[in-house]
């Protein structure tokens, strides 16, 4: 057996089903050794498309999604779906080949330190240097990506060592139990929570990778306390909740802001400050903070806690639902009502380029509470994260973190390979769909069906939009787009266009229907961007 055959063997011991990546010339010892594995190898057109995949599959899953490349550029290309990973904390776990170790000390082809590259950019970064370390280094990258909090992991695999030949075995896989925290912390924070007046909760991504959602409903139940959530918690607590405020996240305040400016305390559950710096909900840095999280909070000066408690948030939840003295009545009643009025406000409005708010409400009505939408980024990044009505935690995926363009196409393949029984649509604008619109090809011949949502409006339209915000004029946005009903089909997929702001949820039923990859060509006003900025400028308390 060579180190190759024996990595292969550590990634099944892991219990990876899937590789995303492209072939080359330092892998080739991979790839020979993975045609005798169960693992399924996804032969992608783009590194970056790779790496996506294996982000979302990595946040929906909770285990480790695995992408590969060559050396050099190979490498390198791998580079924004790691980053974007390991700050959205999805494990992903990244293997590069690299030149022998016979030339890395001079000025090679395509040689670069990739250890050095990666590292700022992973929780662990490393390079296999003799055959029989491979099972202790596939053992780390594992542990360390899937820990909280989760993020990336590197090897870096020479050729010469991966064609060495090697005795050696897997390494049993440990997860480690995640500590209780201690009671003292439980009684205080309880003790806070039972004096407040107008507590809020703040939901983030940690409570769904933890899988701690049911226990915050129960804590939000007991208590009485309304729960908001940044837009990498969707669907943390159903949108249906009579407690739910849905996302917080925009730059400008917006309804679920004047709870937090009305709260005497907010209780942070699963928060990570890259969902949504602490200065924007916390301004004056004067709230009374409890942190409900894995690990103990981040230093921010906005984000200073009265009481952290670190440890199992679902053992935490419902320890402290039972010590803290629920509370009676609904003060922030009046500001649901007003996030549900304003969610359907263009729900029926019929003009043409759509509405986004008629978008994002038809997108909703469409899909069942369980199936998948993956978010590009863009201006309809902001729509979605706002207004759609995610009813179930990791159905509605943000990047928010790194918030890299061009995850979707390849991310909703990951979903509908993650979750074939799911309805998988990939939400994007035109600009992000053409950075990895190849990969269609890739979900064509997976057999994977999804649909591409593609809102086009020929330009950058998120930048564009803060232009407008900052000078009242756009610089250099405008691009043209191909046919994307001809494009589609060139692929073997369908194309469909919207003429009509009535066609598009029979449009967008009928394509979920379909056991292929169906694109939307859906033309959007964007005028509404500069609409809802002045609108939120003007806005007022419900309360």
Not at 213 to 219: D, K, Q, Y
Not at 266 to 283: A, K, L, Q, S
Not at 331 to 338: L, V
Not at 342 to 358: M, V
Request: charged fraction near 20%; include cysteine.
């Amino acid at each position: 057996m060579n180190a190759a055959e024996l990595l292969v063997k550590c990634l099944e011991n892991e219990g990876v089903e899937y590789i995303f990546g492209i072939p080359g010339e330092e892998n080739i010892d991979l790839m020979d050794a993975l045609l005798a594995s169960p693992i399924r190898f996804v032969t992608t057109h783009h590194e970056q498309g790779a790496a996506f995949m294996a982000d979302v599959y990595g946040r929906l899953t909770g285990r480790a999604g695995v992408c590969m490349a060559t050396l050099g550029p190979g490498a390198t290309n791998l580079i924004t779906g790691v980053a974007d990973a390991n700050m959205d904390h999805a494990p992903i776990v990244a293997i590069a080949g690299q030149g022998a170790t016979t030339r890395l000390h001079k000025e090679s082809h395509q040689i670069l330190d990739l250890v050095n590259l990666f590292r700022p950019i992973t929780k662990y970064a490393a390079q296999i240097l003799e055959p029989e370390i491979v099972p202790e280094i596939v053992r780390k990258a594992f542990k360390v990506a899937q820990t909280d909090k989760p993020g990336g992991a590197f090897i870096d695999f020479p050729e010469n060592i991966a064609a060495m030949d090697v005795t050696g075995a897997p390494i049993k896989v440990q997860t480690p139990a995640s500590p209780v925290a201690p009671r003292q912390k439980l009684e205080q924070a309880a003790e806070l929570i039972s004096r407040a007046k107008m507590p809020v909760i703040l939901a983030g991504n940690g409570v769904i990778r933890m899988h701690a959602e049911s226990a915050l409903r129960n804590f939000a139940e007991t208590l009485h306390i309304v729960v908001a959530n940044t837009f990498m918690a969707k669907g943390v607590l159903p949108f249906s909740h009579p407690l739910a405020l849905g996302a917080i996240g925009l730059n400008s305040p917006d309804l679920p802001w004047f709870a937090f400016e009305r709260a005497d305390l907010i209780i942070c559950v699963g928060f990570d400050m890259v969902e949504y710096p602490p200065e924007r909900w916390n301004p004056g840095a004067g709230k009374t903070l409890v942190h409900i999280s894995a690990l103990p909070a981040e230093v921010d000066a906005h984000y200073v806690v009265e009481c952290g408690v670190p440890g199992d948030i679902a053992t935490s939840l419902d320890a402290i639902a039972a010590l803290a003295t629920p509370r009676t009545g609904a003060p922030f009643a009046a500001i649901r009502e007003a996030i549900l009025a304003d969610r359907a406000e263009h729900a029926s409005d019929t003009g043409f380029p759509i509405k986004p708010q008629r978008v994002v409400w038809e997108l909703s009505e469409a899909l069942d509470p369980d199936d998948v939408v993956v978010c590009d980024v863009g201006a309809h990044k902001m729509w979605m994260s706002r207004n759609f009505r995610a009813e179930r935690p990791n159905t509605c995926i943000i990047s928010n973190g790194f918030a890299a363009m061009g995850i979707a196409v390849p991310g909703a393949l990951a979903a509908k390979l993650a979750f074939p029984e799911r309805k998988v649509v990939a939400v994007t604008g035109d600009a992000g769909f053409m950075m990895n619109s190849q990969e269609i090809e890739t979900a064509m011949r997976m057999n994977a069906p999804f649909v591409v949502l593609i809102w086009t409006d020929s330009e950058y339209g998120l930048i564009a939009w803060h232009q407008k915000r900052h000078f009242s004029r756009t610089s250099h946005i405008e691009f043209n787009n191909p046919d994307f009903v001809k494009y589609a089909e060139s692929f073997g997929a369908r194309g469909v266009r919207v003429e009509r702001a009535e066609d598009l949820l029979p449009t967008l039923r009928e394509a979920l229907a379909a056991d292929t990859v169906v694109l939307i060509d859906c033309a959007v006003d964007y005028r509404e961007n500069m609409i809802l900025t002045e609108r939120l400028k003007a806005m007022a308390s419900p309360l």
